[in-house]
């Protein structure tokens, strides 16, 4: 029996299991809730019941030095290995992953999941997750979904998300000084349909970031297939890095900058628009449009960052390249935006919806420095060398207290923030990287 083969058989032996557990006479789920048991406890002891080993935040399996600077207790090891010509994937990580079930015309389908923060400290500590209390806003703004559980301790969402679409992406042609970025043509190689968003109520009222993954239809472009070069997928479901059968899973990281220092580790996984989603490899996510509010802060439940659309392609000095024009030209996205970021996870107003300020460049680029922090960003605005990107949607800044110069384009990307390591981790590996 191949790899593939058996991976189905587990997946339908589940269905079945759980559909005999906890569906009534007329074929649905039973969402009937179990008030004795914590929503901790639930989800933990659904990993416990998939193969995997639940976090323990009294004697977790995995501890970190302060030199990796791990955000993420949860996380199951993490590969800091960023050369790719070595590597193909470049830097990973491996996740706890949760089965539930997503909301279809044809009726319940199972949906695989992964959860990295939540909007109340204790839920937090014992999922291993971060702790972003500014989640809450977004209860009531439509641009949530809401979740329930199964009598089993399975959630069920409202919402579905379809991987079987295949990836494209054309770039742009020369525009002055943009070149690749904007994209002439985009096509998201997944999307959700008007009812999913990862900011997810459960019945508490406590918000979790819960970002999928899997489901019959493929996987997300984040999971990278070792057997290939790294980067093709293909929504095949026999990969090695998405195992239900050990309640796990494997995403490839990003780079970016935070504060003047590089290695700002994150994951992608989906966006409210359809550029960010193709280029980044996301889900397509419109729902997340309707989130508050794009273009404050520290208002609303999101935090800006500040991608390039126009930053250097070519490494002329050692320090990389960066940029939504760089990701665009590169092939299958072995290119990362490298995007700037104002502060990490440690931080209470962090919270991992980021609303994009991109900035555009009106020097050549062989004169374009990488940018770093926010600082560096204002300080380029106020002497002209950048400018907000003439595709903001926003005409002046708005209340914005990271910026008051750059306005905001109205992309929202799901991108939260697992690790910002030291120089001495790079190239080392932690735990068990890979499934």
């Given at each position: ?67 990796q ?23 990973t990580?491996?996740f706890?992953?949760?089965q539930?079930?997503?909301?279809t015309?044809?009726?319940p ?14 839920l ?13 806003d ?48 985009v ?23 819960a ?18 070069n ?6 095949d ?40 989603a ?34 250097r ?19 299958r ?9 104002p502060?990490?996870?440690r931080?209470e ?13 009106t020097?050549?680029e062989?004169?374009?420095p ?10 380029l605005?106020s ?51 890979r499934?």
């Amino acid at each position: 029996m191949t790899m593939k083969n058996l991976k189905t058989l587990l997946l339908s032996i589940s269905v079945l299991t759980l559909f005999a557990a906890c569906s009534n006479d007329d074929d649905t789920i039973d969402t009937t809730p179990t008030p004795t048991i914590s929503e901790a406890d639930l989800l933990l002891e659904s990993i416990r019941q998939d193969g995997g080993i639940p976090y323990d935040a009294d004697n977790p399996a995995l501890t970190f030095t302060e030199a990796q600077n791990v955000f993420l207790p949860s996380v199951l090891g993490i590969d800091y290995r960023v050369d790719r010509s070595v590597v193909p994937a470049g830097p990973t990580a491996r996740f706890p992953m949760f089965q539930g079930w997503e909301t279809t015309p044809n009726g319940p389908r199972e949906l695989y999941y992964v959860i990295t923060e939540a909007s109340d400290r204790e839920l937090a500590r014992e999922l291993g997750v971060i702790f972003a209390p500014r989640m809450a806003d977004a209860i009531g703004s439509g641009g949530e979904q809401n979740a329930t559980w199964t009598e089993d301790g399975r959630l069920v969402f409202e919402g579905s998300v379809d991987f079987s679409p295949k990836r494209s992406l054309v770039p742009g042609g020369a525009d002055g000084l943009l070149f690749g970025f904007p994209p002439a043509e985009v096509n998201p190689g997944a999307i959700a349909d008007a009812a999913w968003s990862s900011y997810v109520v459960l019945p508490s009222g406590i918000v979790i970031n819960a970002q999928p993954v899997a489901n019959s239809t493929g996987i997300h472009d984040r999971i990278p297939n070792p057997e290939g070069n790294g980067q093709e997928q293909e929504d095949d479901l026999d990969n090695p890095n998405f195992a239900p059968d050990q309640a796990a899973v494997v995403m490839q990281l990003l780079d970016g900058w935070q504060d003047g220092r590089p290695y700002y580790f994150h994951i992608v996984t989906d966006t409210s628009d359809p550029a960010p989603a193709t280029i980044e490899l996301g889900v397509f996510a419109p729902r997340l449009a309707q989130l508050p509010s794009f273009g404050l802060f520290p208002g609303g439940s999101m935090l800006p960052f500040s991608p390039t659309a126009n930053g250097r392609t070519i490494d002329t000095d050692g320090n990389g390249v960066q940029g939504l024009n760089a990701a665009s030209l590169s092939d299958r996205q072995v290119q990362d935006p490298t995007n700037t970021f104002p502060i990490d996870p440690r931080d209470e107003r962090y919270a991992p919806m980021w609303d994009a300020h991109i900035t555009e460049f009106t020097i050549p680029e062989e004169d374009r420095p990488i940018l770093r922090s926010f600082d560096q960003i204002n300080e380029l605005l106020s002497d002209g060398t950048l400018i907000p990107f003439r595709g903001n949607v926003n005409p002046n800044p708005l209340e914005n207290s990271l910026s008051d110069l750059l306005t905001a384009t109205g992309a929202i990307i799901n991108c939260p923030v697992i690790t910002q390591p030291d120089a001495s981790v790079i190239g080392t590996q932690i735990g068990s990287p890979r499934n």
